[in-house]
Nanobody, 114 residues
């Protein structure tokens, strides 16, 4: 019900954009977000955004990433710049309506080469 796209291979210093669309059966989403996970580590929050547009970023990506959303399209975007090899991970989109169980996307792999 969350379909992510945009992952791939990029060189360090480059840019990449991710998008994630929620199906029409998911509505009134309060928070949409991107998480990432590397093998052997916990999934971590990259950035989140409320329906009102208030954004929050992990310190590791602050200043290098922009999260945005189109409420009419139920879609969240993540634009990443100045990518580093440590940004390599599987990126998951997330959507939640307060009081309900969250939705997770299937994950999209971002690989940053040196």
């Amino acid at each position: 019900q969350l379909q992510a796209s945009g992952g791939g291979l990029v060189q360090a210093g480059g840019s990449l954009g991710l998008s994630c669309a929620a199906s029409g059966t998911i509505f009134n989403i309060d928070v949409m977000a991107w998480y990432r996970q590397v093998p052997g580590k916990q999934r971590e929050l990259v950035a989140s955004i409320t329906s009102g547009g208030s954004a929050n970023y992990a310190d590791s990506v602050k200043g290098r990433s922009t999260i945005s959303r189109d409420n009419a399209k139920n879609t969240v975007y993540l634009q990443m710049r100045s990518l580093k090899t440590e940004d390599t991970a599987v990126y998951y989109c997330y959507a939640v309506r307060m009081g309900r169980a969250p939705y997770w996307g299937q994950g999209t792999l971002v690989t940053v080469s040196s």
